[in-house]
């Protein structure tokens, strides 16, 4: 595999000892993203033999604890690993008063430059980074404090087509997304509740496995996989059944799991 995704996180807001808070490591030919930054990433980073400084990039989709609470202990063992090089960290607007706050407070000294991009585009796809092996874009979703979703495009090699990897968490359904996640070959959707639970998943601005799923078939992804479990399913079956019975090519986020984003 030279394009996949390490699943350091799957679960929602409340950590279980199953599904860790939001987290992945994207490889793109050995260009490594970590997206999203929940509580414990570091340590699930090295519980899957990732190489937390071989780290380029940081994106995080909101300022919601579960998708950002692990970025200072990231930030300061990277530190205490001698990282020297300068990391680079996308996010929604106020995430560098919120670190520059937490390393004050806490008398923390880093090494290496820490570049915080803000994002505070309202609508349409921004883009965000670019190198010889990859272009990421952001583009906004629905949730109840400012949250983006990003899109990481490999580029093309020799006769090989550019696969598309789209990461969209948390969000509340909406076909706004589905002019950046068209056609993409994997995507990653939150899926925090079943049928069940529709009325919750829209009051607090979530998607039901159900609404993932049409989303991806809208959208004509490839793949479809799901993240961002609810502690409340300890057999998430349910999900993947309500997924599958509108998008077959379903899967379901684990914990360890590497998944790959195929032609």
Not at 2 to 31: D, E, K, W
């Amino acid at each position: 595999m030279n394009f996949y995704t390490t699943i350091l996180g799957s679960g929602a807001a409340l950590p279980t000892t199953a599904r860790h808070c939001s987290g992945q490591m994207v490889n793109i030919n050995g260009f490594r993203v970590l997206l999203d930054c929940g509580e414990n990433t570091q340590t699930q980073i090295r519980v899957y033999h990732q190489r937390l400084l071989s780290c380029s990039l940081i994106c995080i989709t909101h300022l919601h604890g579960d998708h950002f609470f692990g970025l200072p202990g990231i930030v300061s063992s990277m530190h205490l690993c001698g990282r020297r090089e300068p990391l680079d960290i996308y996010a929604p607007a106020g995430i560098a008063h919120a670190m520059q706050t937490i390393m004050a407070v806490s008398g923390s000294h880093i090494d290496f430059e820490t570049r915080y991009h803000e994002l505070t585009h309202t609508e349409g796809s921004l883009p965000v980074f670019e190198n010889n092996l990859c272009r990421i874009h952001a583009f906004p979703l629905v949730h109840s404090v400012p949250t983006y979703g990003y899109l990481i495009e490999e580029k093309p090699r020799g006769k090989n087509p550019a696969r598309r990897y789209a990461y969209c968490t948390d969000t509340a359904y909406t076909e706004t997304i589905l002019p950046h996640i068209q056609g993409v070959n994997l995507l990653c959707l939150e899926s925090t509740f079943n049928n069940a639970f529709a009325s919750i998943a829209a009051e607090k601005l979530h998607c039901t496995a159900s609404q993932a799923a049409t989303l991806a078939l809208k959208a004509d992804a490839k793949q479809l996989l799901l993240t961002h479990i609810s502690a409340r399913y300890k057999e998430p079956e349910s999900l993947l059944s309500e997924a599958t019975t509108i998008f077959p090519n379903t899967l379901l986020a684990t914990d360890g799991a590497q998944v790959e984003v195929h032609y």
